[in-house]
Nanobody, 126 residues
Framework: QVQLVESGGGLVQPGGSLRLSCAAS????????MGWFRQAPGKEREFVAAISSSISSTYYADSVKGRFTISRDNAKNLVSLQMNSLKSEDTAVYYCAVGKRPYYINYNVASEYGSWGQGTQVAVSS
C-alpha cells in the first residue's frame, strides 16, 4: 500500500501562488495516474488535476485550467501542483491520490483512486 504525504498548503492572499507537493513511499507510483482533489467545507470532494503515468498527459477541472499546473517526478516519486492566481473559491483541503490500477483510470472520479494523502489546507483570503 503506497503512503502519500502532502505539503505546501497555507494562507495566501487572492492573486497569490502556492506549490503543493505529494511524496509517495512504500512503492513506486510511476505506472499510475496521480491526481489532486479538493474539498471545501460543506461541499463534496472535487477533481482538480491529474497526470498520466507517462507524464505525457495532464487534465484539469475547468475551474483551475490556466491557473494550476500538475507535474510529477517519477524518479523521486513526487507529484506537485503549482497554483497561481489563487481565488477565494480555491480555499479547501487539497488531497493527492494514486490510481487504483496501473496506467489508465477515469482520472476525474475519486473512486478510481486507491490511496489518498491526509490532505493539506489551502486558504485564500485577504
Amino acid at each position: 500500500q503506497v503512503q502519500l504525504v502532502e505539503s505546501g498548503g497555507g494562507l495566501v492572499q487572492p492573486g497569490g501562488s502556492l506549490r503543493l507537493s505529494c511524496a509517495a513511499s512504500a512503492r513506486s507510483t510511476s505506472s499510475y495516474f496521480m491526481g489532486w482533489f479538493r474539498q471545501a467545507p460543506g461541499k463534496e470532494r472535487e477533481f482538480v488535476a491529474a497526470i498520466s503515468s507517462s507524464i505525457s498527459s495532464t487534465y484539469y477541472a475547468d475551474s483551475v485550467k490556466g491557473r494550476f499546473t500538475i507535474s510529477r517526478d517519477n524518479a523521486k516519486n513526487l507529484v506537485s501542483l503549482q497554483m497561481n492566481s489563487l481565488k477565494s473559491e480555491d480555499t479547501a483541503v487539497y488531497y493527492c491520490a494514486v490510481g487504483k490500477r496501473p496506467y489508465y483510470i477515469n482520472y476525474n472520479v475519486a473512486s478510481e483512486y486507491g490511496s489518498w494523502g491526509q490532505g493539506t489546507q489551502v486558504a485564500v483570503s485577504s
